[in-house]
């Protein structure tokens, strides 16, 4: 399989990436190697094997519904590069991942 | 509105907020209203490094609902990350359940609109469990200045319900909705009030039209912005109309333009195009690294579902086998919720009389609980007073004007029926003292009896008013058939 320059301008902006025309000749073949080297597994017959969802032996670790403190709002937007008396700043976005998150 | 044959297909995309006291993967409260950005913690924000630990309790509810819709529940269930890139999801990606939720398969009964008598089965396809992203909120008067972020539901729980494209029309929508807001506050799961957002509602809706022999579909429209009950059942009204006009104009089908999406203004009272065409969603599922998968026992399960207790379905069922109960008056008080089902039945039981019981709860407690905003835990006539209040009328010992006012006396001042009916002056009228009293009017009003002997029975009415004045303890009923026996009719 290889990834066109177009497929990796599509990669580049779902994970947000800002990637010259230069970059994108770069990585179009790293990213190609790198998904050639998984593909091997391809090769594998998995049909009696059963989906792995971890690598520890492990399941089933919770917690009890029980409240902790929070953080302060001083302390939660501390590190903020923008806040007001009690949000966080951004610059005017369109549309939220709550309205999207219905999907 | 059409001149083609139309079957409307709508699905449902429900999510509703699971009554935990902390969120899905932190301890920090999950409690609607607090002031911005106060119920934070490093896994909530998304700071480097914090790791996400599951809430049992959100579990637990989640198999609760589930199995509440008939849902199977899987031996094993996994997170997954979705990836997304806005500011109220400060992680850039959501943890939800891609393929292997927690619930699946399952179906809603509720009664066909078009048929009390008979019931349609609505089939689920899956319930998952997701965390909830923040609030933002933005510069509504000029869009130019800084939106700002509220992170305090980052990380609630949610259960998100998707149905199959089984509903057929906005009534049958609704009836769903109440369905499931029933089942799920019943058992506490949820509060799914839409206005706070704990209810949430997105509808997939296209129609089906006959033509030319062919079977053609609209494209599908997902609408959003739905904020009550009655704003979803009008949004797909409009949109099952709108839809049906703009194929005669534009004749588009789903294979020119297979879904986009639309908005609900509650004002205009119209859906408005959001996103022409679905760009094309990829969220890039992934395993969440953080999180071990969830392995519920068969017995487990089986524990869960002996505690679900009856529900609201099973009761109606149960008021109309048992209780003799229209399928209409059963449905009524269930949709009250669990108090008034109790309240019912106890009223039912002390006063021996289920119909009895049923109308009167329907139409004097009822209407009194909405004129003065109350709920029926706080209900001054109790089930007990209003138990033995009917008994009195099942037995003959006072007509329903009388137990009116008991009621309405009751409604006013603590007391017991018994009380109550001495207060009020209220005593039986023996059957003599009725005779004497009916004989004096008709003596007084010769034209009523001649009225009577030519046929007009209904002249008596007259009289039965003059006799409630001159003693209002007297049984209309009785007061009835003593005039006609004395007249000789
Ligand atoms: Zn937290």
Redesign the interface.
């Known amino acids: 399989m290889s990834l066109t320059a177009d497929d990796v301008r599509r990669l580049a902006l779902l994970a947000r990436l800002e990637l010259t025309d230069e970059e994108v000749d770069a990585i179009g073949p790293q990213v190609t190697k790198i998904l050639g080297f998984v593909e091997q597994l391809a090769l594998l017959d998995t049909e009696d094997v059963e989906p792995m969802t971890t690598a520890l032996d492990l399941d089933n670790r919770w917690r009890a519904d029980e409240l902790v403190p929070s953080l302060t709002n001083e302390q939660a937007l501390q590190n903020a590069p923008a806040k007001d008396d009690s949000c966080f700043l951004v610059p005017p976005v369109l549309g939220t991942a709550a309205s999207k998150s219905s999907h | 509105m059409s001149k083609h044959e139309i079957t409307t297909i709508i699905g449902l995309?429900v999510?509703v907020q699971l009554k935990?006291?902390?969120k899905l993967f932190c301890?920090?409260?999950a409690a609607f209203g607090a002031?911005?950005?106060?119920?934070?913690?490093?896994v909530c924000?998304g700071l480097p490094g914090a790791l996400p630990?599951?809430?049992?309790?959100?579990?637990e509810l989640a198999i609760r609902a589930g199995l509440a819709i008939n849902c199977s529940i899987p031996p094993?269930t996994?997170w997954d990350r979705k990836?997304?890139?806005?500011?109220?999801?400060p992680k850039g990606y959501?943890i939800s359940q891609f393929d292997l939720p927690i619930c699946a398969d399952g179906y809603l009964e509720i009664t066909d609109p078009e048929d009390p008598d008979s019931i349609r089965h609505i089939g689920i396809i899956r319930a998952h469990l997701?965390e909830?992203?923040?609030?933002?909120?933005?510069?509504e008067q000029t869009?130019?200045?800084?939106?700002?972020?509220?992170?305090n539901?980052c990380g609630t729980p949610l259960l998100?319900i998707v149905s199959q494209p089984d509903l057929r029309s906005a009534a049958e929508v609704k009836e769903y909705l109440t369905q499931l807001k029933l089942i799920l506050t019943h058992l506490d799961v949820s509060d799914c009030e839409m206005q706070e957002g704990s209810l949430?509602v997105?509808a997939n809706v296209n129609l089906h039209i006959r033509f030319d022999g062919k079977k053609i579909a609209t494209p599908i429209v997902e609408v959003?912005n739905m904020n009550s009950f009655r704003a979803v059942e009008r949004a797909l009204e409009y949109e099952i109309e709108r839809q049906y006009a703009d194929w005669e104009v534009d004749g588009l089908t789903i294979e020119d333009n297979p879904k986009t999406t639309r908005g609900w203004d509650d004002v205009k009272e119209r859906t408005f195009v959001q996103r022409e065409k679905e760009e094309s969603?990829?969220?890039?599922y992934f395993?969440d690294?953080d999180l071990?998968?969830?392995?519920i026992p068969a017995e487990r399960v089986e524990e869960l579902r002996q505690s679900l207790g009856e529900l609201p379905r099973e009761t109606f069922a149960r008021l109309q086998s048992q209780h003799g109960l229209k399928p209409y008056d059963a449905d009524v008080i269930v949709n009250q919720g669990p108090a008034m089902i109790a309240y019912y039945e106890r009223v039912s039981e002390l006063s021996g009389d289920a119909k009895r019981a049923s109308s009167w709860i329907q139409q004097d407690v009822m209407r009194t609980l909405k004129d003065r905003d109350v709920s029926i835990d706080d209900f001054l006539v109790t089930s007990v007073q209003l138990g033995e209040l009917l008994k009195r009328v099942s037995d003959g010992q006072l007509d329903n004007t009388r137990a009116r006012d008991v009621f309405s006396y009751l409604l006013e001042k603590e007391s017991t029926v018994e009380q109550a009916i001495a207060a009020l002056g209220i005593e039986q009228v023996d059957s003599s003292e009725i005779d004497a009293l009916c004989q004096a009017l008709l003596d007084a009003n010769p034209a009523v009896v001649d009225d009577v002997r030519g046929g007009k029975v209904q002249a008596v009415g007259s009289l039965i008013g003059q006799a409630k004045k001159k003693n209002p303890n007297a049984n209309p009923q009785q007061v009835r058939e003593t005039l006609l026996r004395l007249i000789g009719k």
């Open positions: 995309e999510h935990t006291k902390t301890s920090c409260s002031p911005p950005n106060t119920q934070v913690c490093p924000l630990v599951m809430n049992e309790e959100a579990i094993m996994k990836q997304y890139f806005y500011p109220d999801l959501q997701e909830d992203a923040g609030k933002s909120m933005h510069d869009g130019k200045s800084d939106t700002r972020i509220d992170l539901r998100e949430r997105d959003k969603a990829d969220y890039r395993p690294p071990l998968p969830i392995r």
